[in-house]
């Protein structure tokens, strides 16, 4: 059972802080990472992707893969209230009758208090 | 990143009854993908769509239950079939993107009660 596994928070910081938020996957086959950001009553958007070891920055936000601990984490520097939501880690598994799925780990809701 | 439009948006209907979810993309995609989310977890992956092709379903999910059709490569649909209350749940579809492989961006989604 290939598993993604996400704190489920929530996750509460100051506004201007680093929220720093985890996610672990269970097959070491996997290559793509992705980080979905879902506000309330709204649908997952696309906020980082990455597939190679080590940092991967983009304005605020920094994504940071560890394949051999099988670990993947978003950083999001000087958080503000708008970044409040929940965090959904997500990870291609590419197998027999699998076509690259995306599978999800639970999310994890960040709170960021003005 | 495709602009993804569904409809209807919600809905509220009765057990034993049908419905059929549209997705519409602005752009020719090769595979489209239907999720549903129930209430407080995450995204479960229904099945995958492809043009000139049957559907593939995942683990749990059956053709009968969600039959899915994929005309062209703009337009696919979602049938929720026989609905009962634990069918209540948001209903997905994405799309492939250019943005990376892998990448898959969502449509604003179809919230369904099941009364």
């Known amino acids: 059972q290939k598993e993604v596994e996400q704190n489920s928070g929530p996750l509460s910081v100051p506004e201007g802080a680093i929220a720093s938020l985890n996610c672990t996957y269970s097959?070491?086959?996997?290559?793509?990472f992705f980080w979905y950001r879902q506000y309330s009553g709204k649908s997952p958007e696309l906020i980082m992707f990455?597939?190679?070891?080590g940092d991967k920055e983009d304005g605020r936000f920094t994504a940071q893969l560890n394949k051999a601990s099988q670990y993947v984490s978003l950083l999001i520097r000087d958080s503000q209230p708008s970044d409040s939501a929940t965090y959904l880690c997500a990870v291609n598994f590419v197998g027999r009758g699998s076509q690259g799925n995306l599978i999800f780990g639970k999310g994890t809701k960040l709170s960021v208090k003005p | 990143s495709a602009v993804i439009s569904q409809k209807p948006s919600r809905d509220i209907c009765q057990r034993g009854t049908s419905l059929t979810i549209q997705c519409q993309v602005d752009?020719?995609?090769?595979?489209m993908f239907w999720y549903r989310q129930q209430p407080g977890q995450s995204l479960t992956l229904i099945a995958t769509?492809?043009?000139?092709?049957?559907?593939?379903?995942e683990s749990g999910f059956v053709i009968d239950k969600f039959p899915i059709s994929r005309p062209n490569l703009t337009f696919s649909t979602l049938t929720v079939s026989n609905m009962s209350p634990e069918d209540s749940s948001i209903y997905l579809c994405s799309v492939e993107g250019t943005g990376g492989p892998r990448t898959q961006y969502f449509g604003p989604g179809t919230r369904l009660l099941v009364l």
């Open positions: 752009s020719q995609v090769t595979m």
């Open positions: 769509a492809n043009q000139g092709s049957e559907a593939t379903y």
């Open positions: 990455i597939y190679s070891n």
């Open positions: 097959d070491r086959g996997s290559q793509s």
